[in-house]
């Protein structure tokens, strides 16, 4: 395959849904009109929780076969990989020359950005399938030894844990000073980000392995209980819920008032996140445990069903669609005018508009 010729100037995607608050906003301006396959590359596992992250010229992403892989954005090239152990579901963020991400073995570990060097690594009490988040130079990361921690970016030392009621596989956002995280005992907790300090729980129907978006001074997140919850931020009272069609496990976007999220029950939803009120639905031929990413006017979201979607963020109306090899349960990065995107087939994907 030729060397290819992409857009990517402008910021980058640093971590998991974006920014620390987890609102799914990415840069663009993305891919509007069906696109073309740039590139591809092969990783020995699926690539089935981890999403990319895109800096510098590079994507980011972990794989099932335990390794966390650097590619050339524009080519698709390796530049390195790093073993992280069992697997790999954690997505990277990165910050100041370091890329942080957890692993199976355990181990929340940070790397040289450009080379794959390890800095520290951070020892937990369980598999890290949480992704980390940044902000103000703290890595904050869940593990599934029940606990939550928050530790110095420069060097891994621990700053506070905080013991939840069961596994975390939620990733913490962070928002005006509080950290909110979902538990698989069914709980959202939000905590005090310099201290952890517990300053509410509210407690679902299932497990919570949604990640929090924060907005407007709400929490949204979703349940495996099949419910999408809206919560006061400061007290944790519920506002609203809203009830799809089976579990939800991928984790909301929010912007301009509106909440978008995947469920089970094979739909995309537009929620009003003042009221919660359905604005459209669109249905997709299988589960829906990708979290959806906006730019601009389109949602970008993967499918249980092979595809990945671009959709109208006004009418839920299909642009295009773009068939893989498997389920896509990985969340696209959009960087430029070029969606990246994992894939349960072993392949990683770039995206561009043909």
């Known amino acids: 395959m030729p060397t290819p010729t992409l857009t990517l100037t402008g910021p980058g995607v640093p971590m998991f849904r974006g920014n620390p608050a987890h609102t799914g906003v990415n840069p663009g ?12 590359f092969e990783t020995g596992g699926f690539v089935r929780l981890s999403s990319p992250a895109v800096a ?33 579901f954690s997505s990277p963020a990165i910050a100041d020359g370091l890329v942080y991400i957890g692993g ?24 890290v399938g949480s992704s980390p988040t940044l902000a103000s130079g703290v890595v904050y990361i869940g593990s599934y030894d029940h606990y939550v921690y928050a530790l110095d970016g420069a060097t891994g030392e621990e700053s506070w844990r905080f013991e939840t009621d069961s596994l975390v596989r939620s990733s913490p956002a962070v928002a005006a000073g509080t950290l909110y995280v979902g538990s698989l005992g069914g709980s959202v907790y939000a905590l005090d980000a310099a201290s952890g300090e517990e300053r ?23 349940s495996e209980d099949g419910y999408v919850y809206a919560l006061d931020a400061t007290t944790g009272e519920e506002r609203w819920r ?7 496990w991928g984790s909301p976007a929010v912007v301009d008032g509106v909440i978008y999220i995947g469920s089970d029950d094979h739909y995309v939803y537009a929620l009003d996140g003042a009221s919660g009120e359905e604005r459209w639905r669109f249905e997709t031929g299988g589960w829906v445990r990708s979290s959806p990413t906006v730019v601009e006017g389109v ?4 499918g249980d069903d092979n595809y990945v979607y671009a959709l109208d ?18 969340s696209p990065a959009v960087v430029g005018s070029v969606v990246y995107v994992g894939g349960y087939d072993n392949y990683i994907y770039a995206l561009a508009e043909g």
């Open 56 to 88: 510098g010229g590079l994507v980011y992403i972990g794989s099932n076969d335990g390794y966390l892989y650097a590619l050339d954005a524009a080519t698709g090239d390796q530049r390195w990989r790093f073993m992280t152990g069992e697997s790999g």
């Open 242 to 248: 809203f009830m799809t069609g089976a579990m939800v």
């Open 299 to 302: 949602i970008y979201i993967g």
């Open 313 to 330: 963020r006004a009418t839920g109306e299909q642009l295009w669609r773009f068939k893989t090899g498997y389920s896509v349960f990985s």
């Open 29 to 40: 301006p993305g891919v509007e009109r069906p696109p073309r396959l740039v590139w591809r």
């Open 200 to 222: 509410w729980q509210f407690k679902t129907g299932d497990d919570v392995g949604s990640s929090p978006a924060v907005a407007d001074g709400l929490v949204y997140v979703g």
């Open 104 to 127: 199976g073995d355990s181990y929340v570990y940070a790397l040289d950005a450009a080379t794959g060097e390890q800095r520290w690594r951070f020892k937990t009490g369980g598999s």
